[in-house]
């Protein structure tokens, strides 16, 4: 009886293998005898509700009309760089040598290393934390996820700290 039963599982496998080819095959030749036309607009409508740009202050339509969204919700999430901590990454990705003065990190809170450092101008500093220094200083701090800004922005935290 179970000898029975896994024959007939086996015997199901090659068929639906046999079914998923057969529609495999069919695929292929519909999409060619579709002319790159219709094809171009089948992706237009496929991607259509994903990729409709929306403005603040729009009303978006999105793929289902009756729930009709004004782009505020957008504008909402969006602003989340502007909240920005520069105090948590830096706790996250720079304090392990930047407290330390691990590798010869100028510490935060010695003035002296800082007013120094500053004499090269802040551009130049924002710039070392962007692709890193004498490869001692890691290319943006470790802080893969933070922009130019978001690194100019814990430089002027480290800054503001050591006075
Ligand atoms: C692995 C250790 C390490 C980490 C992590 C690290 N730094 Fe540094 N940083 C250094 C060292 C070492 C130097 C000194 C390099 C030198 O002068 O040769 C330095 C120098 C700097 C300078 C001075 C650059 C200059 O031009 O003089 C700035 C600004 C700076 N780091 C910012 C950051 C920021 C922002 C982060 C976190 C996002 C960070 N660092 C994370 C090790 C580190």
Redesign the pocket.
């Given at each position: 009886m179970e000898k029975e039963t896994s024959v007939v599982i086996i015997k199901n496998v090659a068929g639906v293998r046999a079914l998923l080819a057969g529609l495999l095959a069919l695929g292929v030749l519909s999409a060619n005898t579709i002319s790159a036309q219709s094809v171009d607009d089948l992706i237009a409508e496929r991607i259509k509700p994903v990729g409709e740009v929306c403005l603040a202050g729009d009303t978006c339509t999105g793929n289902n009309n009756s729930s009709n969204t004004t782009a505020q919700t957008t504008a909402d999430t969006g602003g989340a760089t502007s909240g920005f901590d520069a105090e948590a990454?830096?706790m996250q990705?720079?304090f392990?040598?930047?407290s330390t003065g691990?590798?010869?990190?100028?510490k935060v809170g010695d003035a002296e290393a800082w007013a120094t450092?500053l004499e090269?101008g802040m551009e130049?500093?924002?710039?070392?934390?962007v692709d890193g220094?004498?490869g001692?200083?890691?290319p943006?701090?470790?802080?893969f996820t933070?922009s130019d800004e978001d690194?100019a922005a814990?430089?002027q935290y480290?800054l503001d700290n050591s006075q």
């Open positions: 990454t830096y990705s720079c392990a040598c930047h691990a590798a010869g990190a100028p450092r090269k130049v500093l924002i710039a070392s934390s220094l004498n001692v200083m890691p943006k701090g470790l802080c933070c690194l814990i430089v480290m």
